[in-house]
């Protein structure tokens, strides 16, 4: 039993807390999609497309890598879900693209 406890198993003792859980190495709130146009091959060359935010369902738009990073950092940034209602349908642009 003593083991057991050491290792975090068992059952506790009356007011002894749970041990903190562990952050997911990948978190769910910074997944996204990617999605390529049909211009953009294996060289990545051009690279231009969309990429959304999965808990949000903000979408920014991109046409180089370094607008495709830009949008990413914003949409973590931003990180906020918005009322979908108040948004437009159109996907959001990138500034500088």
Request: aromatic fraction near 4%; hydrophobic fraction near 35%; proline fraction near 11%.
């Amino acid at each position: 039993m003593k083991d057991q406890r050491a290792r975090g198993q068992g059952p506790r003792r009356p007011g002894e807390s749970a041990p903190p859980a562990e952050a997911p190495e990948l978190p769910t709130g910074k997944a996204f999609v990617l999605l390529l146009s049909r211009e953009t091959g294996p060289a990545l060359d051009p690279f231009t497309g969309r990429v959304e935010h999965l808990a949000t369902g903000r979408r920014l738009r991109f046409d180089s890598l370094a607008t495709f990073q830009a949008a990413v950092i914003r949409l973590l940034a931003d990180g906020h879900p918005q009322d979908l209602a108040d948004r437009s349908p159109e996907d959001e642009g990138v500034p500088g693209t």
